[in-house]
């Protein structure tokens, strides 16, 4: 009898989670998916256009090709797999047939990331802290400012319980153009990551966008850098409100 009525107690624990695991709402809240630098001022934000897409004005003088990978892994089933040895992208021109031939390069430039995403509890789902790297300024027979380097360094992964994370980085062909003149140009590519966590309810995919120059200059495209720089503003105003708070518990 004993034993029977324990069966009864473990189901009834249970059966919170059972109906958790089985409901038809989703388990990640999109709206607290973001990312968030270390240095908010070490990009700038790429301005939107009127339909949503980001403007695009660039001079299409001479090419400039990417010669090195455009799709690579970068976090496989919540492990880290990018080798930053071989798994980069250049913008270099299309005259150039060895990397000594371009000379002057600068950096590498390291920029540090956090992508983060919580539960409709509130609690942390996904933690990503990454480092965008990449060396600038290179010039060709004397002119130009290109890129070599580009890449995405995983620093650690952290996900919760049956929470999957998967992130693959491209640089699609079209991307990689001149954003400067025919006599000085100035190499440009943009970094795609796609992130895709799946859960038990829920496949929720999302993209954030480097935009990364060869005069040094880094800009970020997308929704999630807008929550993140958002989210710190949110941080900085309450730490502010707490401080005054204590400082007024001081003075009485």
Known sequence: MKGFVKIILAGALLLPAARLMAQDGPVIDEASVMIIPADPGAATLAPAAADGSFSDSVGQFKKIFNYAMKVYNFIVKNKPVVNIETDYSNAVPEGATHWTQLTGWQGPESKLYTFKAKNIGGLPAVTATYKVHYVWG??????????????????????????????????????????????????????????????????????????????????????????????LKLEAAERAVNGAVSGWEVLK
């Open 138 to 231: 290179g010039s060709f027979q004397g002119a130009g400012k290109y890129l070599t380097g580009v890449t995405i360094e995983p620093v650690s992964v952290t996900t919760a319980w049956a929470t999957k994370l998967d992130v693959v980085v491209e640089v699609p062909d079209e991307s990689v153009v001149n954003a400067g003149t025919d006599e000085a140009p100035v190499a440009r590519m943009d970094v795609h990551l796609k992130w895709h966590i799946k859960t038990f309810t829920q496949d929720l995919k999302q993209e954030a966008v480097y935009r990364v120059r060869g005069d040094g200059k880094l800009e970020e495209v997308g929704a999630l850098f807008e929550r993140g720089r958002t989210e």
